[in-house]
């Protein structure tokens, strides 16, 4: 008796915080009820105003992080597409800075259940924040924009989409977008966090919006949404730069971390890590560059992938980094651009000749091109390796696409991944110890866009392998160099494929 007693107390103690939220409360508002989720010192609340059609939620809870959350939660459950929005203000100023008020769809009550929300920070940080597998660590897609007035979150499927309005602008994407699996029925609502187990702290949300979405017919237009985001090594917490309704790519880390350069309409373009306006590169008459460019090792030179003349095929060119006269560098086209040798003064690129796609290299000053791969198949993405010993590059000469390394004069080619994946683009840090690249299901071919994609990182010295980040992307994310400098961190480019309602709705 005794054994079985302890053990009903233990069972207990263990769900107490999904009892708490799912019994405690009778329906509030449109919501069905709420409580606690977690462990809380101090028991939460949620009030609605008929009258002014607001709720007011009172959470403690020492954060919605980590492998669990604690906070105070309103909700209802649903099934489907779902979209939620609402006002969020904080009561009160001076308030602990990570305090959180958030719009969530969440698989179950439990502490550390999967979950997406859209939170607004006391700082005013808001971020898309997740925990794709049950009991994992939470990471977030942090936006570039503070301060919000209104947010919305919005369940399409299994990919989750920010959008935010704020200063002069109505609700609009935020370019962070997830990609979470939830299955109804899912629990939907708004909550409160703390961020400080011996406190408690108060947000008001307004013109509360909850409602299915309705079905998206596979014909229906679409707009594409690109997005320029950082993520870092350790953490892999991911940060947007830049967001816009069209198509870029390609972003290269400028030497002394201040600025990335990518593509968009043919054109190289300069932005500031720190914001500001863009700007466009001079490149003289190639106004048709592709997503093959990067800077050399001392930051002076820009080789660029150009599709201007030769019937529009890809030619290799360089350019002084702040703009200039383009110098022909390839006789023979198509030859892309993919890496400097660590002295500047070869490049490696692809080219294909007589119908097979091989890694070349030639020199910067130009001259012949030397053939350094002649297997059957694909051969790509070509890059040195810091200490130059090596050229990285991907091929699919085994049947599958996977990562490979060789001498600069191309001997000893050898095997570097061998997995289920398709793996492209090989890229290593400046300090020599990763190895970052994009994986594709294994049915992909080639390195189309609009993919589930996967950023992965290898260690160089013990060979394991890591996600860093699951991702709507391909073609465009990561192709070329986009380590900073101080290896702590890494650019790319994700994509929002979002119907054409969604887009456009304010």
Known sequence: MKVGLMIAIVLLLASAGHLRAETAASPVGIFEGHGDVGTVLHPGSTEFDAAAKTYTITGSGNNMWANEDDFQFAWKKMSGDVTLAANISFVGLG??????????????????????????????????????EKGVVTH????????TQRI???????????????????????????RVPITGPFYVGIGVCAHDKNVVE?????????????????????????????????????HVLYVAPEKFEAPNWT???????????????????????????????????????????????????????????????????????????????????HGWSPDGQTLAFVGERNGEFDVYSILAGGGEEQRLTTAPGLDDGPEYSPDGKYIYFNSERTGQMQIWRMRPDGSEQERITSDEYNDWFPHISPDGKWMVFLSFQKDVKGHPPNQNVVLRLLSLSDKKVRILAKLFGGQGTINVPSWAPDSTQLAFVSYELLPKDLADRK
């Open 95 to 132: 308030g602990v800075p990570h305090r959180k008020g958030v719009l969530m769809i969440r698989q179950s009550l439990d502490a550390d259940s999967v979950y997406v929300d859209a939170a607004l920070h006391g700082n005013g940080l808001t971020a898309l924040q997740f925990r794709d």
């Open 140 to 147: 977030d897609i942090e936006s570039n924009i503070f301060s």
């Open 152 to 178: 919305r979150l919005e369940k399409r499927g299994d990919f989750f989409y920010l959008s935010l309005s704020g200063g002069s602008e109505g609700l609009h994407p935020a370019g962070a977008s997830i």
């Open 202 to 238: 108060t947000a008001v949300f307004s013109d509360v919006e909850v409602s299915e979405a309705p079905p998206v017919a596979t014909d229906a237009p679409t707009t594409l949404y690109s997005t320029l985001e950082t993520i870092s090594v350790n953490s892999t917490d991911r």
């Open 255 to 337: 030497r002394d971390g201040n600025a990335l350069i990518f593509n968009r309409d043919g054109r190289i373009i300069h932005m500031a890590v720190a914001g500001g306006p863009i700007q466009i590169i001079d490149t003289g008459f190639a106004i048709h560059c592709n997503n093959d460019h990067g800077l050399s090792p001392d930051g002076a030179l820009l080789a660029i992938s150009d599709q201007t003349k030769e019937d529009h095929r890809s030619l290799v060119y360089i350019v002084p980094a702040a703009g200039g006269t383009p110098r022909r560098i390839t006789q023979k086209a198509p030859s892309y651009w």
